[in-house]
């Protein structure tokens, strides 16, 4: 069965420090992980995404995950926080089907 | 170049009504699937089509039905409304229907039951 955990409902950081949202998975198989943005009334955002490859997966607006097998964790991260970033996050994840499962959603605050 | 268009942004229905919502994908994308996103909580799939046929389906009640149409546009019908499906529509297009694509989303159609 595939699913993916959001342990944190809600992660504050104040602009221009590092910020990391996490994610675990549980998957049999090969998972195929994905991280959605979502502004206030507005659809989700593709951020970006691990297939196969290099562990850390380098996205969109300055973001980057990095995957870990061992702990079978797909963090996303942020070297220096904008307070534009204050969005809900979900990490995602497909299995043999390629339907997205999605975590609870992490609401990122970000504050001067 | 446009990306996914949903319609309407907003509508309001009452208890026992049937409502349509309409995606148009990416274009150059053949799939479209279908998610509901009730308040507080993550995206739920309800649909997959690709190339016109049903590639999977999520634990919805036969109340919900959708189909693609050649141009691979889509349509989501809800029959018979009940106040719990009130929520953000999601529709979101893919290249092809695989694991591995990243899907791209529409920016919703807001559906009140009253």
């Known amino acids: 069965a595939q699913s993916v955990a959001q342990p944190e409902d809600q992660v504050n950081v104040a602009e221009g420090n590092p910020l990391t949202v996490k994610c675990t998975y549980s998957v049999s198989g090969n998972p195929y992980l994905f991280w959605y943005v979502q502004y206030p009334n507005r659809g989700l955002q593709f951020l970006l995404k691990?297939?196969?490859?290099?562990?850390l997966v380098k996205g969109s607006y300055g973001f980057e995950a990095e995957f870990n097998k061992s702990q079978t964790s797909f963090h996303l991260k942020k070297p220096s926080a904008l307070v534009s970033d204050s969005a809900l996050y979900f990490c995602?994840?497909?299995?043999?089907?390629?339907?997205?499962?999605f975590g609870t959603g992490t609401r990122l605050q970000v504050t001067l | 170049d446009a990306g996914v268009t949903q319609s309407p942004t907003h509508l309001i229905k009452t208890r026992g009504q049937q409502v349509t919502l309409r995606c148009s994908p990416i274009s150059g994308h053949k799939s479209v699937s279908w998610y509901q996103q009730v308040l507080g909580q993550g995206p739920q799939f309800i649909f997959q089509y690709y190339e016109k046929e049903e590639r999977g389906r999520g634990n919805f009640p036969d109340r919900f039905s959708a189909r693609q149409f050649p141009n691979y546009s889509s349509e989501l019908n809800v029959n018979a409304l009940l106040l719990g499906d009130s929520a953000l529509y999601l529709c979101?297009?893919?290249?092809?229907?695989?694991?591995?694509?990243?899907?791209?989303f529409g920016p919703g159609t807001r559906l009140t039951v009253t």
């Open positions: 995602a994840d497909t299995g043999t089907a390629s339907k997205l499962t």
């Open positions: 979101a297009s893919s290249l092809t229907a695989g694991e591995r694509f990243e899907q791209y």
């Open positions: 691990y297939i196969t490859g290099d562990n």
